[in-house]
């Protein structure tokens, strides 16, 4: 196509960098409250995408082109295992989180039942993130995998009782279990480690969804006893488009991408240098300033969920307690009585501010979310939700900018929900 | 002022779309998610509905810059344009979609919702202009919006959109109203890089897949079988659902014999209490009495209009000839809900007119009112 004049529209500044050790950069004249979602890639994670992207070779090329290029992923392999607890052969990388759970879903899956036919048992939590349902409910239709949600409460923790109880009776025909570290709507802190200890007198690998998790709580795979853990970049100040799947040696894993063998042929395809570097020092920079960051999060955070409540009395806050602890600290979620969520979305959109209903969408229709009616929250309500995330580069300012637009924004959201008359929450 | 752009996917609502955004308004699409189930609703790039349909008006919203949200309308679909679709085929009247989609979703969910959430104007890509006009008033001049036609014949919708009525157009901006052609507006589109500027044309019903009404009315309704009478009624086939055939209807009526006269036989109607569908020669579908019901008025029609009949031009399908007619305003009759309308054709007679289809009355290219036709008939010959 010839363009012969510049599309209309805003053209927005370039992004440029800032911050001489790796701090992000953000877009200007907005409040980007949506860090669950992605966040700004750092500007030493940039710096070292850059370098590796200007450099030609492949990283199974045994010339010194190649060579290069491995040694640039072969540090990056390490400094992730560092980061995260683990030993470099236990780093698979991945183009991100959907690729890495559905590596640990059906790998571990067809790994398992080709040991034992009996096993075809897949216990998932009923909050996980459709890429570790999407693939557990392929299996079933297409591998013969029995699918068990295991509940959570109203908080959206996981039920230990019911997945004890489901072990003892079937523990001969589960092939693996998987629990996410922290959910992407309300944050919620599984007890994985509690899972872990269920799970191993029965020998039944646990996979964890850790991907909001890292950068913003403590998370070490070899110390959490998991089996396999599932990680992404770009929700930590990396690029999009790699993750990596952290699995143990002795884990039966099936491959899911065939070819070429890379990643101890788990996983085949040209790794990707670039991305790949830009991860190692992104997960690095994350995991070294945990304890003041998360410290500043909580704090921010919690000025949000109390400031909200103050200028939209009738916000519901879901998920756990922030004071609990059982909460990701730039985590907060509501849902607002007879609004609906994308009324809410827009109007927030328009005064500046950037959040997210939280759940998915099916071709731009925004869907109750399975997270919020798991926890026993009535569909009309769960219409209604809104989740704000923080994350390095928030702000008071952005706290401010959100709690001055949300008195407006909700009573014209309601006004909207009794007019659609599809948010029965109780307008009021 | 702040404006929600209706964007369908099409040609036209994009370059509406553009030219609002021209006019310096602040403007946000919005497409309508008007299916719940959108694998039933027909594929390719030729409609409204379809997840294709939702891609191209993204992209639309992408190249203009304008943020861009799907609204889910489905379920408000289904229980007013669909549900009407399904009982007016029951009740053996015919009933147009387009129109009731404008009365209940475009120009009412859609337009309330939008005026709830603070927007000044809903901007489609319908051809029809809307011209405000200061007439005095017994409290100083007022302002009155009238809806005319499109210059652009062959497209003109005004005969779809009578049915929003004035209140609700004055909220709402036809961008495209002025356009003679749609090969103008495709020029427009391709000017602006607008990659939906050759798309085909959308005519079908949009949630009967394939163009077979039949085929969805039996769907949804089930079988029904019954007989198919001629005027004298003599049994003359069967049908599996009197709800599938119109007045008017010539083909598909699977008859066995031909008619004694040799002539061919349409339906000239439909009894649902006893499932029965009646043929006859295509004299009987000329009609020049119309009695209408709903009806709704213009801004000022009525008050300057003098008690009684008066002449206008009435239009009974989407892109019919407007004929000459003598029109009156019957206020609320028994029988009949809302306002009641009764015409007279002062022309040739009109063939094939159906309860249920709507009825617009023009003067010239002014819209003055629309009803739904509730009954059509000849005088001469009073059944």
């Not at chain 1, 908080?155 to 996410?180: C, F, Q």
């Not at chain 1, 999060?297 to 103050?310: C, E, Y």
């Amino acid at each position: 196509m010839i363009v012969t004049t510049p599309p209309p529209g805003p053209v927005r500044t370039p992004l440029t960098a800032s911050g001489a050790h790796g701090e992000p950069t953000r877009e200007p004249d907005a409040a980007y409250l949506d860090h669950a979602a992605t966040t700004p890639m750092s500007a030493a994670a940039l710096a070292a995408y850059v370098a590796e992207a200007q450099r030609t070779g492949n990283a199974s090329s045994l010339h010194s082109a190649g060579r290069t290029s491995r040694r640039a992923v072969e540090e990056a392999r390490e400094t992730l295992a560092k980061a995260l607890g683990a030993r470099p052969s236990e780093v698979i990388f991945t183009s991100g989180g959907t690729e890495s759970d559905n590596l640990a879903i059906k790998g571990i899956f067809w790994g398992r039942r080709a040991q034992d036919t009996r096993r075809t048992r897949v216990l998932v939590s009923a909050v996980e993130h459709h890429a570790v349902l999407d693939p557990a409910f392929w299996l079933a239709g297409h591998a013969g995998a029995e699918i068990v949600l295991l509940p959570v409460d109203a908080e959206g923790r996981l039920d230990l009782d019911a997945l004890r109880a489901e072990l003892a009776a079937h523990a001969a025909e589960t092939a693996l279990i998987s629990v996410m570290w922290a959910n992407n709507e309300v944050g919620t802190l599984q007890p994985v480690r509690d899972v872990v200890r269920a799970a191993r007198p029965y020998g039944i690998p646990v996979h964890t969804d850790a991907v909001q998790a890292v950068g913003q709580t403590e998370v070490d795979f070899a110390e959490s006893g998991v089996d396999a853990m599932t990680v992404s970049a770009h929700k930590l100040g990396g690029p999009v488009g790699v993750g990596a799947l952290l699995a143990r040696r002795d884990l039966a894993l099936d491959a899911v991408l065939h070819g070429g063998g890379q990643e101890r042929g788990v996983r085949s395809g040209t790794l990707d240098a670039a991305s790949i570097a830009a991860f190692g020092v992104a997960a690095r920079h994350a995991v070294e300033c945990l304890p003041q960051r998360a410290a500043r999060l909580r704090a921010l955070r919690d000025a949000l969920v109390a400031r909200v409540s103050v200028a939209a009395p009738s916000a519901v806050l879901r998920g756990p307690e922030p004071a609990s602890g059982d909460r990701l600290p730039g985590n907060a979620h509501f849902t607002f009585p007879g609004a609906e969520g994308d009324s809410l979305l827009y109007l927030l959109d328009s005064a500046g501010v950037q959040a997210s209903t939280g759940s998915a969408c099916q071709a731009g229709v925004p869907q109750p979310s399975h997270v919020l009616l798991a926890m026993g929250v009535p569909e009309a309500e769960a219409r209604g939700a809104l989740r704000f995330t923080l994350g390095a580069t928030s702000t008071e300012a952005d706290v401010d900018r959100l709690v001055t637009a949300l008195p407006q924004v909700v009573a014209r959201a309601q006004a909207a929900g009794l007019v659609s008359g599809r948010a029965l929450g109780g307008a009021s | 002022m702040r404006v929600l752009a209706a964007m369908s996917g099409g040609v036209d609502s994009a370059v509406a779309a553009a030219l609002a955004v021209e006019a310096g308004h602040d403007v946000v699409g919005v497409h309508m998610a008007l299916s719940r189930n959108r694998d039933q609703f027909r594929t390719g790039s030729r409609g409204c509905c379809s997840i294709e349909d939702a891609g191209d008006a993204r992209r639309a919203a992408d190249v203009l810059g304008i943020p861009y949200y799907v609204w889910d309308l489905s379920e408000r679909f289904e229980d007013t344009v669909v549900a009407d679709f399904l009982s007016e085929y029951e009740a053996g009247r015919t009933p147009n979609p387009c129109v009731r989609c404008n009365e209940h979703i475009k120009f009412e969910a859609l337009l309330d919702k939008a005026t709830a959430l603070g927007f000044d104007a809903v901007a489609t890509g319908h051809y029809a202009q809307i011209v405000t006009r200061e007439v005095p008033g017994a409290h100083g001049p007022r302002t009155v919006r009238e809806l005319h036609r499109s210059p652009n014949d062959a497209k003109d919708q005004s005969y779809v959109l009578a049915v929003a009525g004035p209140e609700r157009l004055a909220r709402a901006m036809f961008p495209l109203g002025g356009f003679a052609s749609k090969d103008e507006v495709r020029a427009e589109a391709a000017r602006r890089g607008l990659s939906v500027s050759a798309k085909p044309d959308s005519y079908d019903i949009c949630f009967v897949a394939d163009g077979d009404t039949r085929g969805f009315l039996q769907s949804r309704l089930g079988s029904r079988p019954g007989e198919v009478v001629d005027v004298d009624g003599e049994v003359v086939g069967e049908h599996d659902g009197a709800y599938a055939f119109t007045v008017g209807q010539r083909k598909g009526l699977g008859l066995g014999r031909p008619a004694a006269d040799g002539k061919a036989r349409y339906v000239v109607d439909v009894q649902p209490a006893t499932n029965t569908v009646v043929v006859g020669p295509a004299e009987l579908l000329s009609v020049d009495r119309i009695a209408g019901e709903k009806a709704l008025w213009f801004d000022g029609v009525l008050e300057h209009e003098p008690d009684g009949w008066f002449d206008a031009e009435v239009q009974v399908r989407a892109h019919g000839a407007p004929v000459p007619a003598r029109v009156r305003a019957a206020g609320d009759l028994p029988d009949m809900p809302g306002p009641a309308l009764e015409i007279e054709l002062t022309g040739a007679p009109l063939r094939g007119v159906a309860a249920g289809q709507s009825v617009v009355v023009y003067r010239g290219s002014r819209v003055l009112g629309q009803a739904t036709v509730s009954r059509a008939w000849r005088a001469a010959a009073a059944r």
